[in-house]
């Protein structure tokens, strides 16, 4: 399958590398306006086309979106328009309307759409399918500390713009770990912010918060910048189960069961989701894991934390 990786920057290398080590997939152009990822694409021995020239291309069956959230719509619906299979980066859209929208087109397109949530891949099997009620009423935390610098969010571009960039430290590097609690818990009926420092106005430094889920779950939250120590960690406590994943290992228990999972390198999970994809757009299996509408609760836990706009 070819994929056209439109934007070259951290997350559009990413992709590239996950379809380098993808046997089902690879890079069939790179699509960047800017001449110095364009120049960084051609020194990679890829090869550099314009958009519209990518989507004429029978070759290019999926765009993989590596821009900014705020720089996604347009270009996903020309690529919904030409017939092409959809997998966006994270956050994959402003807003959950904004996803909705999305979702609607790509059903009438009848194309596939996927996002690039490899977290998801690291769950061991007897997790991936759980009931939502599976963890009614349990208590749940989720904190996640990545350092970085408030000038990190502050640099011109597109960082420090909500408007483009959404947010900062949550919707960036703490939505893996808040989708694989949606993953576990299901999906949110209130979501509370409780306290936040932003790096730039409305980029988001430090942030907690609730979540309430329809199966009677809740969440505490904390995500940080501003801290130099590295932490992921999502532990969910149930009546009869408990899992944790903790820096990409999973531990737990599903009613005396034993699960677990080793932790895995980012790039062998985002291979993962390319494989997926690419079955899936050969008829071969669904698109499941990776299927854009299992982003659906993790949009709207976003909206709430960083808008007060959950539903």
Known sequence: MGVAVVGYGNAGRQHAQALADTPEAYVAAVVDADPRAAAAARDAGLPVRGLEEALADERVRALALCLPPGARAETAERAVAAGRHLLLEKPPARSAAELDRL????????????????????????????????????????????????????????????????????????????????????????????????AAPGIDAQLCGHVLFASGARLSVAVTSRSPARVERLTVLGADAWVEVRSGAVTGELAGTPVSGEARPAERLRAEVYAELARAAAGRAPLE???????????????????????
């Open 289 to 311: 894991l990776a299927a854009l509408g299992r982003a659906r609760p993790v949009m709207a836990i976003l909206d709430g934390l960083l808008r007060g706009e959950a539903r």
């Open 103 to 198: 979702l609607a087109r790509t059903a009438a397109g009848d194309v596939l759409a996927g996002v690039m949530f490899q977290h998801r891949f690291a769950l061991p099997e007897p997790l991936r399918r759980l009931p939502p009620q599976r963890f009614a009423g349990a208590v749940a935390t989720l904190t996640v500390s990545r350092a970085r610098p408030d000038a990190h969010y502050r640099q011109a571009g597109w960082r420090s713009d909500p408007r483009d960039a959404l947010g900062g430290v949550t919707a960036h590097l703490g939505v893996h770990y808040l989708d694989l609690a949606c993953q576990l818990l299901g999906a949110p009926v209130s979501v509370t912010p409780l306290a936040r420092a932003d």
